[in-house]
């Protein structure tokens, strides 16, 4: 009897671990299958952030391309405004062009308009017509100042228009002596 009683006792046994065997091979590939669904959604979501990555650094790319293309435009812009600015300084010739070129250039003009005033004075004084001398006389002297036409302060005007300047003035105080 003893023997009968151990055969059906390896029966159940063998029965279990079938199940049991089963169990585990169904539930390992359960886990398998969750780890490829897993590493699948990560996959994917790797795949989303670089494409976002890839976006942003392309944006930042056209942006750094469109700065340095402005900065490149900038730079033209520069030089050219340099060399005109050079070839200015280079026409008004004068120390005080290479640190003022606005005053070189107003500077330049208020000697211009004292040439011309000085013309006109000579040509009316040479025309005998004293009261028009003596009237631009007067405005020359009041725009300008007589010190300034004598080149007596720090913004006077050259020697040229100093001397015609003195020879304009003693012109004019020969004719009022001779009045």
Sequence with gaps: MDEKKKPEQVKPEKKLSRTTLTFYIVGLFSVA??????????????????DTLTNQLNE???VAQGATQKMEDLQVQYDIQRTALDKVREVLDTELAKTDVVGATEQR?????????LARINAQLLADNLTDAKQAYDELVQKYSEERLLGNTEDGFDADINKLFQAVQQQINNQNREE
Excluded at 34 to 39: D, E, G, M, W, Y
Aim: charged share 20%; net charge neutral; no cysteine.
């Design 109 to 117: 003009m208020a000697e211009r308009e004292v040439y011309a005033l």
């Design 60 to 62: 930042q790319q056209t």
């Design 33 to 50: 299958i969750a780890l490829i669904l897993i590493s699948y959604v990560a996959q994917a979501r790797a795949d989303r952030q670089l």
